[in-house]
């Protein structure tokens, strides 16, 4: 199994490797001062099978994302409100029926200030926060047993390291645009660098502009996009080919995320646990390596290895736990169009609970409109547990989901 997983890794990475550069290189394009936000609510259907039991969840999730970048800092603040109830049935002896009600509260801050004489060192800090509020019912022969089971995890790393990771969204989607009116033959001449920075430099604007009426608001975005395209001179006749190409990839081309760069860091991360009235304090050394690579206008790969080692300390028991793990993580993507993201990931991971973990991920993105995606979602993970009897040691797991995204903006 785990030749096979490696070789269709290997697979994989050469098909996506295999396509040629654009003649602008994306991974040379970001803009020197970008500002957004948005804020979304995800529902989904999700579906669980091992030979152990069998799981169906729903999920209600409001999801808020900041992100900035200057010269001389990168941000991102993340916040996300999830509830999730959920029914598994147990396929062993015990036959039990598990009812779950989740609910979470998640914020993540990251920064990091680049305020050293080389321009790519910087210094990370930020705040990881998860509040967890968990109701449990289980039934067995007709006996049920409830349970209420309450979290705070928090931990504050801070990180030391080189390189940056840039957003090139932007410019990715005005390379699109005039690739698109290229084809439609409306282009007067070829397009240099500062056309597309200049066209990406006013998408940006336009996206951090907010808008109470949506339809009033996309109205006088276009407006301003379109000036500026008149104002180059380079678009040979703004006929209804060329609105509609335009409309059509503002619209619906907006909330897909691609980057660029590469980051090598070590650091520390101190943090405390408290699980129902039980006290925990943490502490890891980690390494992380990240990343991401725009091959050309369609296809993206984006990378990382995480490892960190450390202990966990139980105030109960005045007791400290070691704690080791590590993995590895390989993602492919391709954006035919505006509409659609077809992406495959690849996981290997290696830690407390397993001796070894191999994870397969694919998933379609489809817009339904310029506010609504929906997401397919399949899959496939096996793993060896530690501490199990031979015939239990392997376990192989399916899963598969449908997700209805909204973006309120």
């Not at 799981?55 to 994302?65: E, F, G």
């Not at 980057?259 to 039980?278: A, H």
């Not at 990931?345 to 609970?353: A, E, K, N, R, W």
């Not at 793993?383 to 376990?395: E, G, S």
């Amino acid at each position: 199994m785990k030749n096979n997983v490696i070789k269709i890794i290997i697979l994989n990475l050469f098909a996506i490797s295999s396509f040629g550069q654009t003649t602008f290189n994306l991974n040379d394009y970001y803009l020197p001062k970008l500002n957004y936000s948005s804020l979304s609510t995800i529902f989904s259907l999700r579906g669980n099978e091992n030979s152990n039991s069998s799981q169906i969840n729903s999920n209600l999730k409001v999801n808020y994302y900041k992100y900035y970048r200057s010269t001389k800092r990168q941000s991102n603040i993340w916040l996300s409100i999830n509830s999730q109830p959920s029914f598994r049935k147990i396929k062993t002896d015990k036959k039990d029926n598990v009812y779950n009600w989740n609910n979470k509260l998640q914020f993540n801050f990251k920064n990091r200030a680049y305020k050293f004489k080389h321009p790519k060192l910087f210094l990370g800090t930020g705040i990881i926060l998860n509040i967890d509020y968990n109701m449990i019912r289980t039934m067995r022969n007709n006996l049920v047993n409830f349970e209420i089971m309450q979290s705070i995890n928090t931990s504050v790393p801070l990180m030391f390291g080189w390189g940056r990771i840039e957003n090139i969204t932007e410019a990715w989607r005005a390379l699109r645009i005039y690739n698109e009116f290229d084809k439609l033959q409306l282009l007067k001449n070829n397009i240099d660098r500062d056309q597309i920075m200049g066209l990406a430099n006013e998408m940006a604007i336009q996206r951090s502009t907010r808008f109470l009426d949506f339809r009033k608001g996309k109205m006088a975005q276009l407006q301003a996009i379109d000036r500026f395209l008149s104002s180059k001179e380079s678009i040979t006749n703004q006929n209804m080919l060329y609105f509609t190409t335009l409309n059509d990839n503002w619209l619906y081309g907006i909330n897909e995320t691609r980057l660029s760069g590469t980051t090598i860091s070590i650091g520390y991360e101190p943090g405390v646990n408290i699980i129902g009235d039980k006290l925990e304090y943490t502490n890891f050394a980690k390494f992380k390596f990240e990343t991401h690579k725009a091959i050309n206008e369609f296809w993206q790969f984006d990378g990382a290895i995480n490892f960190k080692t450390g202990s966990i300390y139980n105030k109960e028991f005045d007791s400290f736990k070691k704690r080791t793990s590590a993995n590895i993580n390989v993602k492919g993507s391709y954006y035919p169009s505006s509409r659609t993201t077809i992406s495959t990931f690849f996981s290997s991971s290696i830690g407390t609970l397993y001796n070894l973990k191999f994870n397969h991920q694919i998933n379609v993105n489809y817009y339904l409109s310029p506010k609504t995606r929906i997401q397919f979602k399949t899959n496939l993970s096996t793993y060896k547990i530690k501490n199990q009897i031979p015939v239990q040691r392997r376990q192989v797991d399916f899963s598969y989901s449908v997700k209805l995204k909204y973006f309120f903006w």
